[in-house]
């Protein structure tokens, strides 16, 4: 069922993005009058369609249909979607109505800084999208962070590789000062820290960074977990523990002689002992008490914890809402272009953390959450654009870069270039989607 949540949740985000950026190629292509013979989302290879307007039962349904101009409808391969231009060299490689005299409502017709605008317009959908989710985020949840300042770690093995150690409170990074708990990991990346200034225990040090790691911390799961200590809360009603003795302030030190410093130290202990019985050495005060403890079929004792991190909120009426929104979208898109700078270079090992749907599957969560949903689409629509600006042939970003050729020189690139470069395009993006492909199942597999 958990798979199917994900995958419904993939399915409808991927559908949503690429509906939105087809039709920014789509709406200035009908203002400067250029045809648009299909828009589809999802690939038609071969000609196989889950669903199109040319269909005879939707025609009968639907008899004006039949004078519509362009073909909508749904392909069978869902990686994408497209947008059939008259008169301009894309996806589907048609290159026979190239070879019949120029008509004023192609592309390939129309001044050159229409042309820019339609290639552009898909990104610029997907940004302004991105910029209408974040407004909707601030104006409804608000901002809210983990503070860095005083938040302690707990390392996972890559970090712990690296010299960080559980406990750590992660001062500096260089120069910069963290602000939010949550992107230490990102800011270790994107900044080509060299240096990090910890406090452990009463002491400050200087740790170095090892950039031949930095690829693997790309790929790396939750590096930075929030350290909070075992103290307890309140014990839950109905737990097994109620009227065990455990009290407000107690903090569980050991478990079945077992060391616990941190919340995720008895996590694994617990899970070890379901339905057992367990003997906790807990300190009161100056006292250190032995209570035993009951452990239920799933691994937990039934208390809450106190320690909560410190939390930063902002919260935004309608107003406010629209400059953060932007700011916000600002901030994400310059993170995600430190990203690809990283991935461009190979020295870094970034490539290794390229994914393919696999891995955006993995990103939503287990049940619907209209935040997380809505943040993760956000994300993804900034990606998607950014990529798309990628000056390779076959993405928006090389028909932007030959567009631009043409306006700079004034010389327009030729049809058969156009239709090579494409083809190359095309290879290039089918390796990219083997590596996406190969690296997630390759962590599958670990």
Excluded at 414 to 436: K, T
Aim: aromatic content about 12%; charged content about 20%; proline content about 4%.
């Amino acid at each position: 069922m958990v798979a199917l949540i994900k995958a419904l949740q993939v399915i409808l985000a991927l559908s949503i993005l690429i509906v939105i950026h087809e039709f920014g190629h789509y709406f200035f292509a009908r203002i400067f009058g250029i045809r648009v013979d299909k828009f589809f989302l999802f690939f038609d290879f071969g000609g196989v369609k889950l669903f199109s307007t040319r269909q005879k039962w939707f025609q009968k349904l639907f008899p004006a249909s039949k004078d519509w101009e362009t073909e909508y409808g749904i392909g069978w391969f869902p990686l994408g979607g497209y947008c059939k231009i008259a008169g301009m060299v894309d996806e589907s490689m048609d290159l026979e109505s190239l070879k019949q005299d120029p008509q004023p409502w192609e592309f390939r017709t129309k001044a050159a800084w229409k042309r820019l605008l339609v290639m552009a317009g898909g990104v610029l959908n997907n940004f302004i999208f991105a910029i209408l989710c974040y407004i909707a985020i601030m104006g409804i949840w608000g901002q809210a962070y983990i503070s860095n300042e005083g938040s302690k770690i707990y390392v996972n093995d890559l970090a712990y590789e690296m010299g960080f150690r559980n406990g750590d409170e992660i001062l500096k990074f260089d120069d910069y000062v963290p602000e939010d708990f949550g992107m230490l990991q990102a800011d270790l990346v994107r900044r080509d820290v060299r240096n990090a200034t910890i406090l452990r225990g009463g002491d400050t040090i200087q740790l170095y960074i090892d950039h031949s790691m930095i690829g693997d911390v790309l790929s790396s799961g939750m590096m930075f977990d929030l350290a909070i200590p075992f103290v307890v809360d309140s014990v839950m009603a109905g737990s097994p523990n109620e009227g065990a003795g455990l009290a407000r302030g107690d903090q569980v030190i050991a478990l079945d002689g077992r060391p616990v410093e941190f919340r995720q130290d008895a996590f694994s202990i617990l899970g070890e002992s379901a339905g057992k019985e367990l003997d906790a050495a807990v300190l009161r005060g100056a006292d250190t008490l032995r209570i035993p403890v009951k452990v239920d079929s799933t691994g937990k004792i039934g208390i809450y914890l106190s320690g909560l991190p410190n939390i930063k909120r902002t919260d935004y009426n309608f107003w406010q809402a629209i400059p953060a929104g932007f700011k916000y979208t600002g901030e994400t898109i310059g993170g995600y272009l430190q990203d690809l700078r990283l991935l461009a270079t190979p020295s870094s090992g970034a490539y290794k953390s390229v994914g393919s749907v696999i891995a955006i599957g993995q990103v939503f969560p287990e049940k619907w959450n209209w935040f997380q949903f809505l943040s993760i689409l956000a994300l993804l629509s900034i990606m998607l654009g950014v990529m798309n600006l990628i000056p390779i042939p076959g993405l928006d970003g090389g028909h932007i870069l030959f567009t631009l050729y043409e306006m700079v020189t004034g010389r327009k690139p030729s049809d058969r270039f156009l239709a090579a470069a494409q083809v190359i395009g095309f290879i290039l993006l089918i390796a990219l989607m083997v590596l996406a492909f190969g690296n997630d199942i390759g962590r599958l597999l670990r």
